[in-house]
């Protein structure tokens, strides 16, 4: 049996970010925190790395807002972006994290649905970003194969 694994799942948005951790062994996720972000990027980047470092994540997946046909949206490039930038700056602290994109279409909409159900949430306005990441863990723990993995390039220019 493999060992298990801690995975970070990041609900990618522009103004904040949804964060869970989960738990390969057993294939549970619980939410974590709302991180604020500056126009994509997080508003603190050695926050964000001191919790990978702190908490021994092994893999992070970044939801990828895919147009419901599949294809890229604006904001789905943006997170592929968001999501090599991290894989370069975990590599520069030599963390040894993977970091993968996954689709995550729907998932506010279901994360939603879920805090009303469960009486979490009193407003629609009530921030859902930490259940939408939980529903990303939730989703790569039933089909693993499509996460995509972003390979880090060390000499490839900086993404920053």
Not at 32 to 54: C, K, T, V, Y
Not at 66 to 89: E, P, V
Request: charged letters at 25%; one cysteine or more; a negative charge.
């Amino acid at each position: 049996m493999n060992n298990p694994t801690l995975i970070l799942a990041l609900d990618y948005g522009v103004k904040k970010m949804g964060m869970a951790l989960g738990n390969s062994l057993t294939q549970d996720a619980r939410p974590f925190d709302i991180l604020a972000m500056d126009n994509g990027q997080p508003a603190d980047w050695d926050n964000l790395l001191g919790i990978i470092e702190h908490w021994g994540i092994h893999e992070v997946l970044v939801g990828l807002p895919l147009n419901m046909d599949g294809t890229d949206s604006m904001i789905s490039k943006r997170a592929h972006k968001f999501a090599r930038r991290l894989s370069h700056r975990l590599a520069e602290r030599h963390q040894a994290v993977s970091v993968f994109v996954y689709d995550e279409r729907l998932s506010s909409v279901e994360a939603r649905q879920i805090a009303w159900e469960n009486g979490w949430i009193d407003d629609e306005r009530d921030p859902i970003d930490d259940i939408s990441a939980c529903l990303l863990i939730d989703g790569y723990f039933r089909s693993p194969k499509h996460a995509i993995y972003i390979k880090n390039h060390k000499d490839s220019p900086k993404d920053d």
